[in-house]
């Protein structure tokens, strides 16, 4: 199995950039099918991006297209997740994900391993 650690996150100003960092120890993460959620307390689990079912990119929820760009460092094991222009709707709990499947899924169900998450928060 694989444990995700999440780091990066804070208290911006809408605007801002922060770039959150995802460390995965015990497996590679090209074993996996890694994405970003976010969740507003009440809320449910939101799909913000997730590697494309090809490989060879990252689908992106409409409302972070544009702003948002994650990537991949296999050397470090560490998936990142570049965020400019941020805005208040944007104040979330960020947590990274692995899925076993060989398929992109935005339902969070899908995805076996979980960090803990990094508190984002936009202000205005």
């Known amino acids: 199995q694989v444990q995700l650690v999440e780091s990066g996150g804070g208290l911006v100003q809408a605007g801002d950039s922060l770039r959150l960092s995802c460390a995965a120890s015990g497996r590679t993460l090209s074993t996996y099918r890694m994405s970003w959620f976010r969740q507003v307390s009440g809320k449910e689990r939101e799909f913000v991006v997730g590697?494309?079912?090809?490989?060879?990119?990252?689908y992106y929820v409409d409302s972070v297209k544009g702003r948002f760009t994650a990537s991949r460092d296999s050397a470090k094991n560490t998936l990142y997740l570049q965020m400019n222009s941020l805005k208040p709707e944007d104040t979330a709990v960020y947590s990274c994900?692995?899925?076993?499947?060989?398929?992109?899924?935005?339902?969070?169900?899908?995805?076996?391993?979980w960090g803990q998450g990094t508190q984002v928060t936009v202000s205005s």
């Open positions: 994900a692995a899925s076993p499947l060989a398929y992109l899924d935005y339902d969070p169900r899908a995805y076996t391993f």
């Open positions: 590697l494309t079912t090809t490989g060879n990119g990252f």
